[in-house]
Antibody
Framework: EVQLVESGGVVVQPGGSLRLSCAAS????????MHWVRQPPGKGLEWVSL????????YYADSVKGRFTISRDNSKNSLYLQMNNLRAEDTALYYC??????????WGQGTLVTVSS | EIVLTQSPATLSLSPGERATLSCRAS??????LAWYQQKPGQAPRLLIY???NRATGIPARFSGSGSGTDFTLTISSLEPEDFAVYYC????????????FGPGTKVDIK
């Protein structure tokens, strides 16, 4: 069974930094691209970032470009999201998801990031 | 950037009724459209991909149709577990690739 487990979400002050992790199991992690998607409390979904299977290509939403960095360690079956210069509008539940062709399937349960002073 | 619009925002129906949800793209996405279901406190789940293909394990009462700019998700007969929020999502291959979600349609119990 495919499992994705996010961690690292905490309360952080505006301007602060945070690294999220996503531990993958149940599939050959190194064969798949991976996404991060976020969902502000009570709101809809926003795609954040995509990384290719080997980490050689990365893509970002305009809202996080230059502040967030996606990476992966295939030897550890892990995906990461380094978040710098955090803003109040970055407050959200952050999901990792496996890229299946053009789609996101499955998703983890998410980790909550709160940016507040 | 391709923008997705979903209608209605809320659909109030009774179990057993048919639900018809709409997703419209600001420009053609061919058949590169998916639908996800999200229940309260849960992660989204892929229902339909490539506009009309059901994902693994998705019941036959869920069907998708459309191409270009207009898409529909139909639930033929609502079960109690189907009351949830539904999102459409497209992928644009225009360099760089990007992914956008619609704002969602909430299907609630009438």
């Amino acid at each position: 069974e495919v499992q994705l487990v996010e961690s690292g979400g905490v309360v952080v002050q505006p301007g602060g930094s945070l690294r999220l992790s996503c531990a993958a199991s149940g599939f050959t992690f190194e064969d798949y691209a991976m996404h991060w998607v976020r969902q502000p409390p009570g709101k809809g979904l926003e795609w954040v970032s995509l990384i290719s299977w080997d980490g050689g290509s990365t893509y970002y939403a305009d809202s996080v470009k230059g502040r967030f960095t996606i990476s992966r360690d295939n030897s550890k079956n892990s995906l990461y999201l380094q978040m710098n210069n955090l803003r109040a509008e970055d407050t959200a539940l952050y999901y990792c998801a496996k890229a299946t062709n053009n789609w996101l399937d499955p998703w983890g349960q998410g980790t909550l990031v709160t940016v507040s002073s | 950037e391709i923008v997705l619009t979903q209608s209605p925002a809320t659909l109030s129906l009774s179990p057993g009724e048919r639900a018809t949800l709409s997703c419209r793209a600001s420009q053609s996405v061919s058949s590169y459209l998916a639908w996800y279901q999200q229940k309260p406190g849960q992660a989204p789940r892929l229902l339909i991909y490539d506009a009309s293909n059901r994902a693994t394990g998705i019941p036959a009462r869920f069907s998708g149709s459309g191409s270009g700019t207009d898409f529909t998700l139909t639930i033929s007969s609502l079960e109690p577990e189907d009351f949830a929020v539904y999102y459409c999502q497209q992928r644009s291959n225009w360099p760089p690739p990007s992914f956008t979600f619609g704002p969602g349609t909430k299907v609630d119990i009438k």
